[in-house]
């Protein structure tokens, strides 16, 4: 699901001079740094005990999900207003995508704990400069079938900082408390995928609720004098 800068901007008809640019600058991070998700084991396997980057436990016949990212949900496009809907080429401020993911799986006492990885890049698009943002990921463990059936999601806010007028940043969050009961039958586990993707509602300011008005004072008529 990875895009280039320069794809992408060609798809959305930004120049290629400023492509080009937010291809080749890094001045944040570099891609042959290293990441959180190198520490992740690579069997597919679950492990019993403790498991994960301590590289200990053992690995069991049951499989850990594998992580699909959602459809429509692979790209995050940051406007000059949040909220309106998909902002205009010349209106973009940041665009963020998905690159990389990872997963381990652990088993104890029939649950399943789940770490996941998650590798992303923001680029600044042509009304974007430096400043603070909040990325908003969504990851949801779902068994599909005829009747999909969501089983547990965690929600991510990962803060980013833009250094430069024209910048690429990479930014990583790992989550490592995704449980749920391990099913009776373990085939079952074979239908579980993990749908990881950027939640773009989050991104929508909350209406604050009208003031309450508060009830005119009543007047209270002088008495006629008789």
């Given at each position: 699901?990875?895009?280039?800068?320069?794809?992408?901007?060609a798809?959305?008809?930004?120049?290629i001079v400023?492509a080009?640019?937010l291809?080749?600058?890094?001045s944040?991070?570099?891609?042959?740094?290293t990441?959180?998700?190198d520490?992740f084991?690579t069997?597919s396997?679950?492990t019993?005990?403790t498991?994960?980057?301590?590289?200990?436990?053992?690995?069991?016949?049951?499989?850990?999900?594998?992580?699909q990212?959602r459809?429509?949900?692979a790209?995050?496009?940051?406007?000059?207003?949040?909220g309106?809907?998909?902002p205009?080429?010349?209106?973009?401020?940041y665009?963020?995508?998905?690159?990389?993911?990872?997963?381990?799986?652990?088993?104890?006492?029939?649950?399943?704990?789940?770490r996941v990885?998650?590798e992303?890049?923001?680029i600044?698009?042509p009304?974007?400069?430096?400043g603070?943002?909040?990325v908003?990921?969504?990851?949801?463990?779902v068994q599909?079938?005829?009747n999909?059936k969501?089983?547990?999601?965690k929600?991510a806010?990962i803060?980013?900082t833009?250094?430069a007028?024209?910048?690429?940043?990479?930014f990583?969050?790992v989550?490592?408390?995704?449980t749920?009961?391990?099913?009776a039958?373990?085939a079952?586990?074979?239908?579980?995928v993990?749908?990881?993707g950027?939640?773009?509602?989050?991104?929508v300011?909350?209406?604050?609720a009208?003031?309450?008005?508060?009830?005119?004072?009543?007047?209270?008529?002088?008495?006629k004098?008789?």
């Open positions: 699901m990875t895009r280039t800068g320069t794809g992408v901007a798809l959305m008809g930004i120049p400023l080009l640019a291809g080749g600058c890094g944040t991070s570099s891609l042959l740094s990441s959180p998700l520490m084991k069997s396997k679950a019993t005990g498991g994960g980057a301590e590289g200990k436990g053992v690995d069991t016949d049951v499989d850990c999900p594998e992580i990212i459809t429509g949900a790209t995050l496009m940051i406007g000059s207003k949040p309106e809907g998909e205009a080429a010349l209106d973009l401020r665009q963020g995508t998905i690159i990389r993911t990872a997963r381990e799986c652990r088993v104890a006492g029939g649950v399943m704990t789940m990885g998650i992303g890049r923001v600044t698009g009304a974007g400069g430096p603070n943002i909040e908003p990921i969504r990851m949801a463990v599909e079938g005829s999909p969501t089983i547990t999601s929600f806010r803060p980013v833009i250094n007028a024209i910048d690429r940043v990479t990583t969050h989550q490592d408390d995704i749920f009961q391990v099913p039958n373990l079952d586990i074979d239908a579980y993990v749908y990881i950027f939640d773009a509602m989050a991104l300011p909350e209406k604050k009208p003031a309450a008005k508060k009830p005119k004072p009543k007047t209270v008529g002088k008495p004098q008789s």
